[in-house]
């Protein structure tokens, strides 16, 4: 009887060329049959330009996430025109500006999902079947999963975007989130990436959780000049690395529905005031009540 290929599931680098470096070690040592890439290689770090060229020699399927999208339009200057002049917004100018002719182009050719060439039973999206922009992670219902598995005729949905591995099977189906390589949410440093493995009618789920040196990234981060440019925004984002946690996303958010800059000085309220164990949801809630503002 034939061997049963082994593929490789990668997600969410965002910028981190360190992270990525390690995980194509272990890559190489695991000589998998097949490798896909779940989009959101740049955005939210410095090295963007780096892991797109890395990814993009090695001509492994890959698909675009949100933050592809995210970065493109303000390539295209598809953004509100505030937005290249507010602070916020500085270290995504800075990002899309980090990308060459030859990034942008190679990305905008990618697909918004993929099956596995090796096996049809996998199919590969960002977010959402629906939406790069939406995610599925261990808080998701079992029926809004079910939801997304309805019509799909596939085995495996396989997804990225919310930084938190997730492994559930359904009737209708199994949805795995194989976490992040880049920038964890679920209070584990290492770089995550998943490996899948027919045998016989189920399929094996292998999460992979790789160590590296984490002040490499730091240090890019001050060399690159990301830190001093980025302003705020690009703090968080350090932030986000060193405690393995979300932060922007709320912290700006909040910043929104309680009509209030997203200062430093306000940065340093919420954070004393903030649980990332929460819901979004919780947490917006809780800020607004700390902070003394309806959301």
């Known amino acids: 009887m034939s061997r049963s290929p082994t593929i490789a599931v990668l997600a969410d680098v965002h910028g981190n060329m360190?992270?990525?470096?390690?995980?194509?070690?272990?890559?190489?040592?695991?000589?998998?049959?097949?490798?896909?890439?779940?989009?959101?290689?740049?955005?939210?770090?410095?090295?963007?330009?780096?892991?797109?060229?890395?990814?993009?020699?090695?001509?492994?399927?890959?698909?675009?996430?949100?933050?592809?999208?995210?970065?493109?339009?303000?390539?295209?200057?598809?953004?509100?025109?505030?937005?290249?002049?507010?602070?916020?917004?500085?270290?995504?100018?800075?990002?899309?500006?980090?990308?060459?002719?030859?990034?942008?182009?190679?990305?905008?050719?990618?697909?918004?999902?993929?099956?596995?060439?090796?096996?049809p039973g996998l199919l590969l999206v960002h977010g959402t079947p629906e939406s790069a922009n939406a995610g599925l992670g261990p808080w998701t219902s079992d029926a809004e999963l079910s939801r997304h598995l309805a019509g799909l005729n596939t085995e495996v949905l396989i997804c990225g975007h919310t930084h938190r591995p997730m492994d559930r099977r359904l009737a209708e189906g199994r949805v795995v989130n194989v976490g992040s390589v880049g920038l964890p949410f679920n209070r584990d440093p290492r770089a995550q990436y998943a490996l899948f493995h027919r045998d016989g009618d189920d399929w094996q789920v292998e999460p992979r959780k790789i160590d590296y040196d984490r002040r490499k990234t730091y240090d890019i981060y001050e060399r690159s000049g990301f830190l001093a440019e980025g302003g705020i925004t690009a703090g968080l984002l350090k932030l986000e690395l060193e405690q393995s946690t979300a932060y922007l996303g709320p912290f700006l958010k909040w910043a929104e529905i309680t009509d209030r800059r997203p200062d430093r000085d306000a940065l340093d309220r919420v954070l004393a005031a903030y649980d990332p164990a929460l819901p979004m949801h919780e947490q917006l809630r809780q800020l607004s009540v700390t902070m003394g503002a309806k959301p």
């Open 18 to 119: 360190p992270a990525l470096d390690a995980v194509l070690a272990d890559v190489e040592r695991r000589r998998p049959d097949e490798v896909l890439i779940g989009g959101d290689l740049v955005g939210r770090g410095p090295e963007g330009s780096r892991v797109v060229t890395t990814i993009r020699d090695t001509g492994w399927q890959t698909i675009r996430g949100n933050h592809e999208d995210y970065l493109l339009d303000f390539r295209r200057r598809r953004v509100p025109v505030a937005w290249w002049s507010q602070r916020r917004w500085a270290a995504s100018r800075w990002m899309a500006a980090e990308l060459s002719a030859a990034d942008v182009a190679w990305i905008e050719a990618l697909p918004p999902m993929l099956r596995s060439a090796l096996e």
